[in-house]
């Protein structure tokens, strides 16, 4: 790569209108993950050759990286205009209208592109994406086979199918299949950061008499909802040490089989081995007749209870926790699509109008809070919602309020996991793809026997759900 971009420098300063030469400097950027800079090397090349279908479909490409999925599929069809046949560009005109949330429309251009190369095992593993969104998970199984058997057999395409056994609830072959992650140059460099010198039990060894180090390696409800095991490595004889964020420190002091909470970044104790709390269900060969499913196994501190309730005032009507956004991560634009499929315009909570309920938001973070700021000062013809973000300091805050409220309104986010493992009412408002771990069919969830589910009928009817709720809220809330 660095021989390759010395060679186009020299090109391209005797020779600054060369396309070919912008076009691959560009190419190099985004291999080597400078997007923006590779996306405006590829522009650059365009505007010098507008007929070059090649730079239009790494532009695509590049612009899909970025999360600017529209402009993403924009660049494709600019190239497929100027070549029709052009496989990469139909692979990344398909791509951009899976993250756009048009996996029925990717799925025909898989299709398309499949009748022509049949061998073609990129297409197969984003095809079994597409599948997975249409809730046609055996089918999914089938294609993520084909793309291994082309020879793109990669970390996430193992994964993948991984989530796909999982929606099918086949959790043993789901669960060993997820653990190839960790050949993933993200989960690679995850583990040698940490340079633990102790090894990374896998249910390997017997756990009676070790001291067994859990950490987080994803997001705050995975944490939440694999902490469980805790519990079990304790009962089978193992001194558990627990080490997560900040803000979560003091809620998993009240976690059941934990002998240490120690907050990420301070020294750790001794340990004989260590396990990531998302490998927890693999290491002890979880089904879903063995999910440790027992709530509470989180509690809140009661004089936090009390002080919330102070707080809060007298209680005239039933309480409401709400929580209509999951968040975004800037450093993950890979997770963009999913995040929107997930977050619920707040503006559609205007469909809760008039009940008889006070609604409390549970939000913390940007940019939930500065919708909500927004809505305060504009003609919200919504619901009242009381804005408490500036009293929530961590996620033991939130388990005292919590404890304050007859029910938790919410999308898949932490919030749904942290009210679950309280074994408070949640209901959960779910997209049409939902994610494995809220069980595939039916309103229940294996996980959390508290849990309600309302799901989206087709992709992105969230008005849909909001009807279901809101008939559902004045059924359990009626006079």
């Keep these: 790569m660095e021989e390759a971009w010395q060679a186009l420098n020299e090109v391209v300063a005797v020779d600054t209108n060369n396309a070919l030469a912008w076009h691959l400097m560009g190419l190099i950027l985004l291999q080597v993950g400078q997007t923006q800079d590779g996306i405006d090397l590829l522009r650059r090349s365009i505007a010098l050759n507008p007929r070059d279908a090649a730079a239009y479909s790494n532009l695509g490409a590049g612009l899909r990286d970025a999360g600017v999925y ?24 398909a791509n951009a209208l899976l993250d756009l949330g048009r996996p029925a429309e990717a799925l025909a251009g898989y299709d398309r592109l499949i009748r022509r190369q049949p061998s073609h095992g990129n297409a197969y593993n984003n095809r079994g994406n597409a599948l997975r969104a249409l809730n046609r998970n055996a089918e999914a199984v089938e294609s993520f086979d084909k793309a291994i058997a082309a020879g793109t057999d990669t970390p996430e395409v193992r994964a993948n199918n991984g989530f796909a056994h999982l929606a099918l609830g086949d959790y043993a072959r789901g669960f060993e299949l997820f ?16 340079q633990f010198d102790r090894p990374f039990w896998r249910g390997d060894v017997p756990l009676a008499g070790k001291t067994l180090l859990l950490h987080s390696e994803q997001g705050y409800g995975d944490i939440l ?23 979560l420190v003091a809620l998993m002091a009240t976690l059941e ?47 936090k209870v009390n002080a919330w309730k102070t707080w809060l005032g007298g209680k ?3 309480r409401i926790g709400m929580v209509w956004s999951s968040g975004v991560r800037p450093d993950q634009p890979e997770l963009k699509s999913v995040n929107g499929r997930r977050n619920l315009p707040l503006a559609k909570l205007a469909a ?11 939000q913390k973070g940007q940019p939930a809070e500065g919708e909500l700021d927004a809505l305060g000062v504009a003609s ?19 388990a005292a309020l919590i404890a304050n409220l007859d029910l938790v309104l919410t999308v898949d986010t932490s919030t749904a996991h942290l009210a679950g493992a309280l074994g408070a009412p949640v209901w959960i408002m779910n997209r049409f793809d939902a994610c494995w771990r809220w069980s595939p069919v039916g309103p229940k969830s294996l996980w959390y026997p508290t849990a309600r589910q309302f799901r989206q009928p087709e992709i992105g009817d969230w008005d849909s759900v909001l009807a279901e709720v809101r008939l559902a809220l004045e059924e359990r809330f009626a006079a």
Aim: glycine share 4%; with cysteine.
């Design 70 to 93: 529209d402009e993403a599929l924009n660049a494709s069809d600019k190239a497929l205009a100027l070549n029709p046949s052009m496989i990469d560009a139909q692979l990344n005109r």
């Design 225 to 247: 909802q694999f902490c469980r095991y805790a519990r079990v490595a304790s009962e089978a004889g193992a001194k558990v040490i627990l080490e997560v964020e900040q803000p």
């Design 257 to 303: 089989g934990v002998d240490q909470v120690v907050e990420h970044g301070q020294p750790l104790p001794p340990f004989d081995l260590h396990c990531p709390l998302m490998s927890l269900a693999f290491a002890f060969g979880t089904t879903v007749a063995t999910i440790p499913g027992t709530t509470p196994y989180l509690f809140a501190d009661p004089a």
């Design 352 to 362: 809760l109008k008039g009940l008889d309920v006070e609604l409390v938001s549970l």
């Design 380 to 398: 919200w013809d919504g619901p009242p919602m009381a804005n408490l973000a500036a009293e929530i300091r961590d996620f033991a805050d939130t």
């Design 316 to 318: 005239t009507r039933p």
């Design 179 to 194: 653990e190839h992650r960790w050949r993933n140059a993200r989960m690679q460099a995850y583990l040698e950061s940490r």
